[in-house]
């Protein structure tokens, strides 16, 4: 009966979808649990290897939890708006519904092969009417709403309209883009188009004049992470800076609450500290400097206040309202010409690069506020307009890129005084710090003689009193830019009427998608939708061009998986209140400082308004590790068409290039593939070592232009799903990134054939034993179900792989054939080898599904020893072991050694003058 794993994995992959195995409903006689895979986006390559690394983990979790007792929701979508799609439309024409309908396609063939247990009932698709519905419906509940700072939490826009009616601006604290004032009557005394304007300013989704990352040749707006040194990484098109009118998200509004949810979930410290950083929040100063000749003043934020009496120059973002007041008329084109060349950076790129200090003089000073000293005004790009003021008071004496600044343009630093006992600091190394032991500025009798917390604290006394600033928390979290020039995304549910945005009634969403002639932007440079014919609302409201960005449908996406039938609302009150949140959710750490905060903000607004029922959507979040290619290489003799092989490569001048692993087994190249894989080496020749071409080989991140992209297909025909299930666990912990090596796949094979052969007898039949078990097949058996239960409460999948191997090899040499230690060893398995479990399950007579196998048992007394080996020692040397009960008293231990034959030889014509016992350690005999 020959192991046929094709066979086992096609039949049960075909009755779990008959039987709809994996449906879940709410069942409120079980407790939920909530497994979450990140979402892939359908690449037309499908999926390599390392894709499912994160949904096997999952996988493995969903049914453990099950078979423990809970109710298991485990669902599974695409992410299927792209820009990949959007360009392959612009090249060929065709439509990216029809490419991306093609890529899906091929992923769920490719994720049902491996037996993961989706319930695809399920299934969300972001380009899906039905479910874009729902972010669009979102997009009008933030519109309509405005951020209570008093409140903490997001309220109706019309509750804020009433108190403009009421006092004004008078006492309230609210989240905007710029601080106004105005009383009630001048409120009432304002147009219509008026009042929408400046509520534009209060509004959570808002339209605004903002700074992007613009791309012209893909005729849209780019994500940071979508650009790289001022290309594109799609495409390698230049990027630049560019102010637009777009539409954002009050992301920033949220950045406490963002802040404090981290210390509620079960997240790594390093992803905490990942968002920590990201939101950014500074507590510090808000000072005003007057700018010389000028009624300008200059809005600065610092968190070290006691500083100011070392600001020797100030720095503008190139892209602040301010710059091109404060440039003085023979500064003009040396200031134009550097703010050209910043539009070529993207805000990441100018603040991880610390090392490129660049700047241009205005022409201007200011006057410092507490010291009345004039400073020079400068323009670099190391500041951000967006962040605090998008103007900095520079300290060269205490910053370090103030210093590196200063000292590329020759500007002074002032030096710092360390308190008495410590040495004194090269400002080259000094940085920022709250250290009461950092040091004092030299330059004020003010501060003398204070450490810096103190120092700091009297400054700010001191600026009030002088009502020259005030104290202010800052965050470096930014709203977040919701518009896209592309097609192939969410359309947005707003009209235009008098060139002011109004949102389409929510009984007329979703709003779709027109047919347009081409994918480009128009002639006149709108955004494609801009060619769609009758774009208007109602017969007469031109609808908006833009479309939203890809992580508008992946923001509430784990939302619409508790009730994603429902067509009245996102998620309904039952479905809601019984999942809750998602109790473990699986994705790579690239999301970190986007999905993750963009998601967490959506959630806590829809909390505000009480749609969901929990402020924090992901209880715990595991980040998996990449799985890296293994690339191989062929040694070409330069100059010719000739390949010598590894070892012998020394003997010629070569260059080593890369082959496409498939064709590379063990690290022997195949030649005849070689030859036909590229016409270029189709006559090529091999100088071989013992008649075969051994290939060289690195770690390398997996990749298309490597050839070393392994596709999971050709594993699971060569090999079956349960072997590539276990053998992605096996390669190491989940979280760590590691190469892929298929030279250790077989003998995971091998492990699989071998528990199949747990269940045969000699002549490879199927029989299992109703004998009672022994206490060493007991003992295997519960020390593995230990092993294995915590292990997976631990996900350490990969030693779960190597207990399983043991296990086996020690029933194997007890010969266990045995139905009480093979039907829990084969629910054990089940979470791993889902198709192997199955199969055996069945053949033990089971009429259920493995899946609904109650979890084994742990009996901590199976694993108790009855008996202990005494090592038994003749003046100290030990010469042979004593089988004994562990509870027998010493004169029955010392009757036995005396008897034991063994004894007899070092006894003979001795006297024993002592026999010391050290229960279940050793036993000593004193002869003389």
Known sequence: MEYNFKAIEQKWQKQWVDNKTYKVEIDKNRPKFYVLDMFPYPSGAGLHVGHPLGYIASDIYSRFKRSNGFNVLHPMGYDAYGLPAEQYAIQTGQHPQITTDTNLKRYREQLDKIGFCYDWDREIRTCDPEYYHWTQWAFIQMFNSYYCNQAKKAAPITELVEAFNAVGTQGLD??????????????????????????????????ADTMVNWCPALGTVLANDEVKEGISVRGGHPVEQKVMRQWLLRVSAYSERLLEGLDKVDWSDSLKEIQRNWIGKSEGAQMKFKVKDSDIVMDIFTTRADTVFGVTFMVLAPESDLTPLL??????????????????????????????????????????????EEVPIW????????????????????DSRDFKFARQFNLPIVQVVIPEGEEATDPATWEDSKDSKAGTVINSDFLNGLSVPEAIAKTKEYIREKKVGDVKVNYRLRDAIFSRQRYWGEPFPVYYKDNLPQMVDEADLPVQLPEIDKFLPT???????????????????????????????????????????????????????????VDLYIGGTEHATGHLIYSRFWNKFLYDLGYVVKEEPYKKLINQGMIQGRSNFVYRINGTNKFVSLNLKDQYETTAIHVDVNIVSNDVLDTEKFKNWNPEYKNAE???????????????????????????DDIIEDFGADTLRLYEMFLGPLEQSKPWDTNGIDGVHKFLRKTWRLFLNANEEFEISEEKATKDELKVLHKTIKKITEDIEKFSFNTCVSAFMICVNELGSLKCNKLEILDPLTVLLAPFAPHLAEELWSLLGHENTVCDAQWPEFVASHLVESTFSYPVSFNGKMRFKLEMPVDAPNNEIEEAVRNHQSSQKWLEGKTVRKIIIVPKKIINVVVG
């Open 174 to 207: 609210v989240a905007c883009t710029e601080e106004l004032e105005f009383t009630a009557d001048e409120w009432k005394a304002k147009s219509e188009t008026e009042q929408q304007e400046i509520l534009l300013n209060y509004r959570l989704a808002y339209l």
């Open 327 to 372: 440039t003085q008329p023979e500064q003009k084109e040396a200031v134009d010409a550097y703010i050209q060349q910043t539009k070529k950076r993207t805000e990441r790129e100018r603040q991880a690069e610390v090392d490129k200090v660049t700047g241009v003089f205005t022409g201007s000073y200011a006057i410092n506020p507490l010291s009345g």
């Open 379 to 398: 323009v670099g790009d190391y500041v951000l307009a967006g962040y605090g003021t998008g103007a900095v008071m520079a300290v060269p004496g205490h």
């Open 523 to 581: 002639e006149q440079g709108e955004p494609p939708l801009g060619r769609a014919k009758n774009w208007v609302y109602k017969d007469a409201y031109p609808l908006e061009l833009n479309t939203m960005p890809g992580f508008a449908g992946s923001s509430a996406y784990y939302l619409r998986y508790m009730d994603p039938k429902n067509d009245t609302a996102l998620v309904g009150k039952e479905a809601n209140e019984y999942w809750q949140d």
């Open 686 to 712: 091999f100088i071989l070592e013992d008649g075969k071409y051994v290939c060289g080989w690195a770690v390398e991140k997996m990749s298309k232009s490597m050839f070393n992209v392994v596709n999971p």
